[in-house]
């Protein structure tokens, strides 16, 4: 079964307000990526990090993996409409190296 | 451009029929895989190929068949559909499995009724 885990399931906000999705693996991970999903969509690849403790930022976009490599966040700043969608994040699976997704967070952005 | 081309984007089935959803790429990738998608339950993983005659299991593989006979392409097989097979199916490439990214086709939304 899937071994990387994603909270919240689903997030309402209001225009303007942050949003942050979480990714939790029980095992250490080599690397961690993040996509996107529009609705009606399909996933497109938004980053990926490799180091311990790495952060990335992305204009509103903040991405960071922990010092252990098993957990990750998402954070996004004063949310938009465009940001609609279904973030997954995906790492290796434990002793391979074939990506197992998250089953996504879906960010509803009321206007 | 760089794009992976699913085909069909629709189809209903009735249960029993043989169907195949073809899968190409254009990137030369070796990696190449199969989703389905549903509900609250993310991406699952059917079959995934790290090259030319290649091909493992995923996480749920039971009632699928896959080959891949040429690099670029990944059909998917269903030889005997049924209903909880219903759901929407991505494949997807990458140069390196989980250390590049994965590029996505457009989907396949399937009925099986």
């Known amino acids: 079964g899937q071994q990387v885990m994603q909270i919240p399931q689903y997030q309402h906000v209001q225009e303007g307000e942050d949003f942050t999705t979480y990714c939790n693996s029980s095992?250490?991970?080599?690397?961690i990526q993040w996509y996107k999903q529009r609705p009606g969509g399909h996933p497109v690849f938004l980053i990926q990090?490799?180091?311990?403790?790495e952060v990335k930022k992305q204009k509103r976009l903040t991405i960071q993996v922990g010092e252990a490599k098993k957990n990750s966040s998402l954070h996004i700043t004063a949310t938009q409409t465009t940001d609609v969608g279904t973030y997954f994040c995906?790492?290796?699976?434990?002793?391979?190296?074939?990506?197992?997704f998250g089953r996504g967070t879906s960010l509803i952005v009321h206007p | 451009e760089a794009q992976v081309t699913q085909n069909p984007r629709y189809l209903i089935t009735v249960t029993g029929k043989k169907l195949t959803v073809t899968c190409s790429q254009n990137?030369?990738?070796?990696?190449m895989s199969w989703y389905r998608q549903d509900p609250g339950l993310g991406l699952r993983q059917i079959y995934y190929?790290?090259?030319?005659?290649?091909?493992d299991k995923g996480d749920v593989p039971e009632g699928y068949k896959v080959s891949r006979k040429e690099k670029r392409n990944f059909p998917l097989i269903l030889e005997s559909p049924s209903p909880n097979q219903t759901s929407l199916y991505f494949c997807?490439?990458?140069?390196?499995?989980?250390?590049?990214?994965?590029?996505f086709g457009q989907g396949t939304r399937l009925t099986v009724v």
């Open positions: 997807a490439s990458s140069f390196n499995p989980g250390g590049t990214e994965a590029f």
């Open positions: 095992t250490t991970l080599s690397n």
């Open positions: 990090l490799v180091k311990s403790g």
């Open positions: 995906a790492g290796p699976k434990g002793g391979s190296y074939i990506p197992t």
């Open positions: 990137m030369n990738h070796e990696y």
């Open positions: 190929s790290m090259n030319v005659e290649v091909t």
